[in-house]
């Protein structure tokens, strides 16, 4: 995702940068065309249950990095801070 973290990092703030991104091969929507973000919310960022691709944004390599199970343990644990 090299693309999106220049533009990111070139156009916003660390605050209003996602810390996840996932990437769905189509959007999940309710009869009128919504977001169902309670669903979303529900998954989380899990990798073990989420089964789109994942990643997190590592402010120290500048960029975002897929999200792997032991990374996630990682975030979980404290060991990685946003």
Same mark, same amino acid.
């Given at each position: 995702?090299?693309?999106?973290?220049?533009?990111? @990092? @070139?156009?916003?703030? /660390? &605050?209003?940068? !996602?810390?996840?991104? @996932?990437?769905?091969?189509? !959007?999940? $929507? *309710?009869? *009128? #065309?919504? &977001? +169902?973000? !309670?669903? /979303? /919310?529900?998954?989380?960022? =899990?990798?073990?249950?989420? +089964? =789109?691709? $994942? #990643?997190?944004? =590592?402010?120290?390599?500048?960029?975002? &990095?897929? $999200? *792997?199970?032991?990374?996630?343990?990682?975030?979980?644990?404290?060991?990685? @801070?946003?």
């Amino acid at each position: 995702m090299p693309r999106h973290s220049s533009a990111t @990092r @070139r156009n916003t703030c /660390l &605050l209003t940068r !996602a810390a996840f991104v @996932r990437i769905a091969g189509e !959007a999940i $929507l *309710t009869g *009128t #065309f919504k &977001l +169902k973000k !309670a669903e /979303l /919310l529900k998954e989380g960022f =899990d990798p073990g249950s989420v +089964k =789109d691709p $994942l #990643f997190y944004r =590592d402010e120290g390599k500048g960029s975002y &990095l897929p $999200l *792997t199970g032991p990374v996630y343990k990682d975030i979980q644990g404290g060991k990685i @801070r946003f």
